[in-house]
Nanobody
Framework: QAHLVESGGGLVQAGGSLRLSCAASARTFSSYAMGWFRQAPGKEREFVSGISWRGVNTHYADSVKGRFTISRDNAKNTMYLQMNSLKPEDTAVYYC?????????????????WGQGTQVIVSS
């Protein structure tokens, strides 16, 4: 079971930016694809972005495409989510996850380990 810790969440005004980080245990990080999900109050957890094990391939939900950028630094065992032009509808708890596979995935069942989440609140 991978150990994942998210950080970087907070309160930001609409139009602002935040950078989320996900630190992972070295034994698992560089071998697997990873992803970001989010869950707003009263809603199901949804896919935000995914990245392949080497970071070559990425995928984004339509709602964040062009505003969010996913990246990873395998030397630092860390994945990032740069979030720009934030909107109130981006308000959610953001989770990072690792899957047992190297290619990008988008569904919850594809991921085997999850972090505890970091809260992002975007005020209008």
């Amino acid at each position: 079971q991978a150990h994942l810790v998210e950080s970087g969440g907070g309160l930001v005004q609409a139009g602002g930016s935040l950078r989320l980080s996900c630190a992972a245990s070295a034994r698992t990080f560089s071998s697997y694809a990873m992803g970001w999900f989010r869950q707003a109050p009263g809603k199901e957890r949804e896919f935000v972005s995914g990245i392949s094990w080497r970071g070559v391939n990425t995928h984004y939900a339509d709602s964040v495409k062009g505003r969010f950028t996913i990246s990873r630094d395998n030397a630092k065992n860390t994945m990032y989510l740069q979030m720009n032009s934030l909107k109130p509808e981006d308000t959610a708890v953001y989770y990072c996850a690792v899957r047992k596979g190297t290619v990008v995935a988008t569904t919850l069942d594809d991921f085997s380990s999850w972090g505890q989440g970091t809260q992002v609140i975007v005020s209008s």
